[in-house]
């Protein structure tokens, strides 16, 4: 699960970032947690897409609030859950119009927090989609959502993922049939990029989240430019 946090203040960033590790341990899930101490920060480092399973976002920020942060998170991404946490209550009729996921009151507890957390993951495991790859002599499933983009090596395939880079002998074509209809596009004859993480397109390249640059043919741009256009037309 990726979830991000955004809050101004370091020790609620470490206490929620170690329940959250507390819940991921002892559910067994496998946790990508980011900590954000502004909202101009998170802004800064996602200036069109949120990779994110599940956004946090305290509401009593200084600078941009947590609201204010929402509306503009919204202006890029319709679908991505916005979980707040509040001191006060009213501020619960105010996050409907960002479509807020839930709303807890602070101080946070694992009896309240856990549970919530367990409904949101089963939710999205419904959702979840996978690669079945043999990879050294093993078995490996690798969740699609996580991968960056497949590149082809010569008669093997790197399966590039936000945490780990899976290398397997198998065509190119045959691997890129499995993924092309899940939010996927061929940048180059040797690369097909998930579009979840394409932060910019330019002429030549386009640049992932995680500050990969993947090639553009000439002859792919318009392609290219199409698909994440009409990608993020459907996700917003």
Same mark, same amino acid.
């Given at each position: 699960?990726?979830? %991000?946090?955004?809050?101004?203040?370091?020790?609620?960033?470490?206490?929620?970032?170690?329940?959250?590790?507390?819940? %991921?341990?002892?559910?067994?899930?496998?946790? !990508?947690?980011?900590? #954000? +101490?502004?909202?101009?920060?998170?802004?800064?480092? !996602?200036?069109?897409?949120? &990779?994110?399973?599940?956004?946090?976002?305290?509401?009593?920020?200084?600078?941009?609030?947590?609201?204010?942060?929402?509306? /503009?998170?919204?202006?890029?991404?319709?679908?991505? &859950?916005?979980?707040?946490?509040?001191?006060?209550?009213?501020?619960?009729?105010? $996050? @409907?119009?960002? $479509?807020? *996921?839930?709303?807890?009151?602070?101080?946070?507890? /694992?009896?309240?927090?856990?549970?919530?957390?367990?409904?949101?993951?089963?939710?999205?495991?419904?959702?979840? +989609? #996978?690669?079945?790859?043999?990879?050294? =002599?093993?078995?490996?499933?690798?969740?699609?959502?996580?991968?960056? #983009?497949?590149?082809?090596? =010569?008669? *093997?395939?790197?399966?590039?993922?936000?945490?780990?880079?899976?290398?397997?002998?198998?065509?190119?074509?045959?691997?890129?049939?499995?993924?092309?209809? #899940? $939010?996927?596009?061929?940048? !180059?004859?040797?690369?097909?990029?998930?579009?979840?993480?394409?932060? +910019?397109?330019?002429?030549?390249?386009?640049?992932?989240?995680? =500050?990969? +640059?993947?090639?553009?043919? /000439?002859?792919?741009?318009?392609?290219?430019?199409?698909?994440?256009?009409?990608? @993020?037309?459907?996700?917003?």
């Amino acid at each position: 699960m990726y979830l %991000a946090y955004c809050d101004d203040e370091e020790i609620q960033l470490e206490f929620v970032k170690n329940l959250t590790g507390q819940w %991921a341990a002892e559910r067994g899930v496998s946790l !990508h947690f980011s900590a #954000y +101490r502004s909202a101009e920060e998170l802004l800064f480092e !996602h200036t069109s897409l949120f &990779p994110f399973n599940l956004l946090i976002l305290d509401i009593d920020m200084k600078g941009m609030d947590g609201m204010a942060l929402a509306r /503009r998170v919204r202006n890029q991404d319709g679908k991505l &859950p916005i979980l707040f946490l509040t001191n006060h209550k009213e501020y619960v009729f105010e $996050g @409907y119009e960002v $479509g807020a *996921y839930r709303y807890l009151l602070k101080p946070l507890h /694992r009896e309240t927090y856990f549970p919530l957390l367990d409904k949101f993951n089963a939710a999205e495991n419904k959702e979840k +989609r #996978y690669l079945l790859e043999n990879v050294s =002599g093993e078995t490996v499933k690798i969740d699609m959502e996580e991968i960056l #983009y497949l590149e082809a090596e =010569g008669h *093997y395939l790197n399966i590039h993922t936000t945490t780990e880079i899976y290398k397997c002998k198998k065509n190119f074509h045959e691997a890129i049939k499995a993924i092309e209809s #899940y $939010g996927f596009v061929g940048t !180059h004859r040797s690369f097909f990029v998930n579009l979840r993480y394409v932060e +910019r397109i330019l002429r030549t390249e386009c640049v992932l989240s995680d =500050g990969s +640059r993947i090639p553009i043919s /000439r002859s792919s741009y318009k392609e290219v430019n199409e698909a994440f256009l009409s990608w @993020y037309k459907k996700t917003t």
